[in-house]
């Protein structure tokens, strides 16, 4: 009973490196999403996808790239990391309605030098 | 547009003390609310959720929140708080109306300090 994990928990990289976070679901939810927290912000949409082959962007999806080629995968890649990118990024999923709560795995704390 | 505000950036309450956490938010139709609660290092747990029916919510962990449609508010609260519920706690708003999951909009958080 894994639920919704990611992976690394820890990642540390240099301006201009591509990076790639995964996130895996069991539970065959439709949607997935890829937050950012950070302080004083919350927590801030980066693009979300509503079943294989769908995704859309959401408020901030500059730098990053996602695809979903399975259901229960949804991983996000910066192609070339800069410091503004340090982050803690949260994958989440749900079912489609949306009186349905978020599912959020347990987060991967990215450090670009 | 959509919007949440949580006004307190942190919340200090005694141990065994009624607590409230304070969400007020803006929608163009009628909400759905939820309540989050984050412990360190960790992701976003869901406490309780408004969908319709009875304006009092009952979640996990003994917490609870009532909708106020006129005061446009959904304040978490837990009649005696514990010190370990001190943690992160968001509110979250989307518009039933308003199209798709990756319509939910989070508040900035609020701490909530429970000292012995």
């Known amino acids: 009973d894994a639920g919704i994990t990611q992976s690394p928990r820890y990642k540390i990289t240099e301006t201009g490196r591509q990076v790639t976070l995964m996130c895996h679901q069991t539970w065959s939810h439709s949607y997935m999403f890829w937050y950012r927290q950070d302080l004083g912000h919350g927590l801030r949409l980066i693009y979300y996808?509503?079943?294989?082959?769908?995704?859309d962007k959401g408020e901030v999806p500059d730098g990053y790239v996602v695809s979903r080629s399975k259901t229960e995968n949804f991983p996000l890649t910066l192609e070339s990391a800069t410091r503004s990118q340090t982050s803690v990024y949260f994958c989440?999923?749900?079912?489609?309605?949306?009186?349905?709560?978020?599912?959020f795995g347990p987060g991967t704390r990215l450090t670009v030098l | 547009a959509q919007s949440v505000a949580q006004p307190e950036d942190q919340v200090n309450v005694a141990e065994g003390n009624p607590l409230t956490v304070k969400c007020t938010y803006s929608?163009?139709?009628?909400?759905?609310l939820f309540w989050y609660v984050q412990y360190p290092n960790r992701g976003l747990q869901f406490l309780l959720k408004?969908?319709?029916?009875?304006?009092l919510v009952k979640g996990s962990y003994g917490f609870e929140a009532e909708f106020n449609k006129s005061q446009t508010s959904f304040h978490l609260k837990k009649p005696s708080a514990l010190v370990s519920d001190s943690a992160l706690y968001f509110c979250a708003v989307r518009d039933r109306y308003g199209g798709s999951q990756g319509n939910l909009i989070f508040g900035k958080g609020t701490k909530l300090s429970v000292k012995p």
């Open positions: 989440a999923s749900s079912l489609a309605e949306s009186y349905n709560e978020q599912f």
């Open positions: 929608v163009s139709g009628n909400p759905y």
């Open positions: 408004y969908i319709t029916g009875d304006n």
């Open positions: 996808s509503a079943a294989a082959d769908i995704t």
